[in-house]
């Protein structure tokens, strides 16, 4: 929302958007936290897809941003709980190139 400057729930379009990006960008993380890196074959074309995707939905909410770097941090720290090695190796999560 801050980054859109729109807000969750309030257009069926919109909030379609905001959940694509939120399930497959939580998605990638965890795939690439499992040691699966973008590329052009098997699950690394998967991951690749998940996150071209999210971005595809990030520029209908006008987000124009690196948005994978910026939510890799906040995923981190809504798991580490759970899924210390996410929030241990989010650095290097962040710097994957899509």
């Known amino acids: 929302e801050q980054k859109s400057g729109k807000k969750y729930g309030v257009h069926d379009n919109e909030t379609k958007s905001f959940r694509v990006i939120a399930d497959?960008?939580?998605a990638a993380v965890f795939l690439?936290?499992?040691g699966i890196e973008p590329n052009n074959a098997?699950?690394?074309?998967?991951?690749?897809r998940l996150?071209?995707?999210?971005?595809?939905?990030?520029?209908?909410?006008?987000?124009k941003a690196n948005t994978?770097?910026?939510?890799?941090?906040?995923?981190?720290?809504?798991?580490?709980?759970?899924y210390p090695y996410i929030k241990d190796?989010?650095?290097n999560i962040a710097e994957?190139?899509?």
């Open 68 to 82: 994978f770097a910026e939510v890799v941090r906040p995923i981190a720290a809504m798991y580490q709980s759970v």
């Open 32 to 34: 690439i936290a499992d």
């Open 96 to 98: 994957i190139k899509p």
């Open 51 to 63: 996150i071209r995707r999210s971005v595809r939905h990030a520029d209908i909410l006008g987000v």
């Open 89 to 91: 190796n989010e650095n």
């Open 42 to 48: 098997d699950q690394g074309y998967f991951v690749r």
């Open 24 to 26: 497959h960008m939580k």
